[in-house]
């Protein structure tokens, strides 16, 4: 993993230099939070997070230390130098005063998102965008098939047993090929047999167009198992490493998950359709802008997001409409010490997180699958969305 220098540590948060107020307002740009920021906005909220630092700065020493050490311990972080140490630590304090700061001035509702220090508050946003925002998008038509007329108010495909648990992708690039695996091993699942939890391993390295801990595309990796037939082989035959590796390859007979085929849809400004194909088909691997999601503790994303960018890919399993503001349940491949254990919850309708709510760019990849498993033969029907499809076969061979 890259590492930037930024000068001389110095732990009293009141003496952060010229350079250091510089780079903050910097990566807020980098950020992309909203559309219509100006630059004087971003130095006027640094300006005034370091004036209020300073107001505290006795407090603040005493305590860095302990702190820096609590999180140290719970991350099991381990710097094989002084000097990454030093880095990492200004790092952690240059987030926790000032980013969060002004991510959360927009917290004013009790259901609103919260942000804090987690498992990336020692990383630059340039290293955190670097490390996991490694997805590529692709185009999609607009999604022509019409709403669903009737469709619950609050849908939840974990609380019916069809949803893998949340995985941790760990410092490799491969959000798009969990996203694939977990839509896959939902869709087998619906069909009436044993969730599996599919090999997101053999996706990194076999999925020859995409570049495996480097990033990739879902449609590009869904177009490589639909064009090869290539079988998805349980976790357990072909476990996860976080690197990319050499291409195993099974035999025949052994058995799988094969995608027979796909589709891929534009969901813009029908959200309402999207909730009806969710819950008539299943979970749905999206790509959004996950940019503000480092410092993402809990609660309801309501800003922060662009329209413009798509760089992560995750699996929506749900949503619920029935409070003040209405949500999708997403979620993620950064293990369960992130968010809502593994979970984040993004708004409806308020062109939030671009690819993402209206839902302005909405990229879904609906997923037909057939399952090939030794010693059974059975015919199952799934139904999906008008327009393209009433029934799909899975044969068991």
Same mark, same amino acid.
């Given at each position: 993993?890259?590492?930037?220098?930024?000068?001389?540590?110095?732990?009293?948060?009141?003496?952060?230099?010229?350079?250091?107020?510089?780079?903050?307002?910097?990566?807020?740009?980098?950020?992309?939070?909203?559309?219509?920021?100006?630059?004087?906005?971003?130095?006027?909220?640094?300006?005034?997070?370091?004036?209020?630092?300073?107001?505290?700065?006795?407090?603040?020493?005493?305590?860095? /230390?302990?702190?820096?050490?609590? +999180?140290?311990?719970?991350?099991?972080?381990?710097?094989?130098?002084?000097?990454?140490?030093?880095?990492?630590?200004?790092?952690? #304090?240059?987030?926790?005063?000032?980013?969060?700061l002004y991510l959360n001035s927009f917290s004013t509702?009790?259901?609103?998102?919260?942000?804090?220090?987690?498992?990336?508050?020692?990383?630059?946003?340039?290293?955190?965008?670097?490390?996991?925002?490694?997805? #590529?998008?692709?185009?999609?038509?607009?999604?022509?098939?019409?709403?669903?007329?009737?469709?619950?108010?609050?849908?939840?495909?974990?609380?019916?047993?069809?949803?893998?648990?949340?995985?941790?992708?760990?410092?490799?690039?491969?959000?798009?090929?969990?996203?694939?695996? @977990?839509?896959?091993?939902?869709?087998?699942?619906?069909?009436?047999s044993q969730l599996e939890q599919l090999s997101v391993?053999?996706?990194?390295?076999?999925?020859?167009?995409?570049?495996?801990?480097?990033? !990739?595309?879902?449609?590009?990796?869904? *177009?490589?198992?639909?064009?090869?037939?290539?079988?998805?082989?349980?976790?357990?035959?072909?476990?996860?490493?976080?690197? *990319?590796?050499?291409?195993?390859?099974?035999?025949?007979?052994?058995?799988?998950?094969?995608?027979?085929? +796909?589709?891929?849809?534009?969901?813009?400004?029908?959200?309402?359709?999207?909730?009806?194909?969710?819950?008539?088909?299943?979970?749905?691997?999206?790509?959004?802008?996950?940019?503000?999601?480092?410092?993402?503790? @809990?609660?309801?994303?309501?800003?922060?997001?662009?329209?413009?960018?798509?760089?992560?890919?995750?699996?929506?399993?749900?949503?619920?409409?029935?409070?003040?503001?209405?949500?999708?349940?997403?979620?993620?491949?950064? !293990?369960?010490?992130?968010?809502?254990?593994?979970?984040?919850?993004?708004?409806? !309708?308020?062109?939030?997180?671009?690819?993402?709510? *209206?839902?302005?760019? +909405?990229?879904?990849? #609906?997923?037909?699958?057939?399952?090939?498993?030794?010693?059974?033969? *059975?015919?199952?029907? #799934?139904?999906?969305?008008?327009?393209?499809?009433?029934?799909?076969? /899975?044969?068991?061979?």
């Amino acid at each position: 993993m890259r590492t930037r220098s930024f000068g001389t540590f110095s732990a009293n948060i009141k003496h952060v230099c010229f350079l250091d107020l510089l780079q903050y307002v910097m990566e807020l740009t980098f950020l992309r939070l909203m559309g219509g920021w100006h630059l004087l906005i971003a130095v006027s909220a640094a300006a005034s997070a370091l004036s209020r630092a300073g107001e505290t700065h006795a407090k603040v020493n005493t305590s860095a /230390a302990a702190h820096f050490h609590s +999180f140290r311990k719970k991350f099991h972080r381990l710097y094989e130098v002084d000097s990454e140490e030093l880095i990492r630590r200004r790092l952690y #304090f240059q987030n926790a005063t000032l980013r969060h700061l002004y991510l959360n001035s927009f917290s004013t509702e009790p259901q609103s998102a919260r942000y804090g220090i987690n498992q990336f508050s020692d990383l630059s946003q340039m290293e955190f965008s670097d490390v996991y925002l490694r997805a #590529f998008s692709s185009r999609a038509p607009a999604f022509s098939g019409g709403s669903i007329k009737e469709f619950p108010a609050k849908f939840d495909w974990r609380e019916k047993g069809v949803v893998g648990p949340v995985q941790n992708q760990l410092s490799c690039g491969s959000c798009w090929a969990f996203s694939v695996v @977990g839509a896959v091993q939902s869709v087998y699942a619906i069909g009436g047999s044993q969730l599996e939890q599919l090999s997101v391993q053999q996706v990194v390295d076999c999925s020859f167009k995409n570049k495996g801990c480097d990033g !990739g595309s879902p449609s590009v990796a869904l *177009t490589w198992l639909k064009q090869t037939k290539v079988k998805l082989v349980t976790q357990s035959d072909y476990p996860y490493k976080a690197k *990319t590796g050499i291409c195993h390859f099974f035999s025949r007979s052994h058995g799988g998950v094969s995608v027979k085929d +796909f589709s891929l849809q534009d969901f813009s400004g029908q959200e309402e359709a999207m909730m009806g194909q969710l819950v008539q088909n299943g979970p749905l691997a999206v790509i959004v802008d996950a940019v503000s999601w480092q410092d993402y503790l @809990g609660g309801i994303i309501q800003h922060h997001c662009t329209s413009q960018w798509s760089n992560h890919a995750v699996l929506v399993v749900g949503y619920d409409t029935t409070g003040e503001i209405p949500y999708w349940i997403v979620q993620n491949s950064w !293990g369960t010490s992130w968010g809502n254990e593994g979970y984040v919850y993004v708004k409806i !309708g308020s062109n939030v997180c671009g690819k993402f709510i *209206t839902s302005c760019g +909405f990229v879904h990849l #609906f997923i037909w699958v057939l399952f090939s498993f030794p010693h059974e033969l *059975t015919m199952r029907h #799934f139904g999906f969305f008008a327009g393209i499809a009433e029934s799909v076969a /899975a044969v068991f061979l």
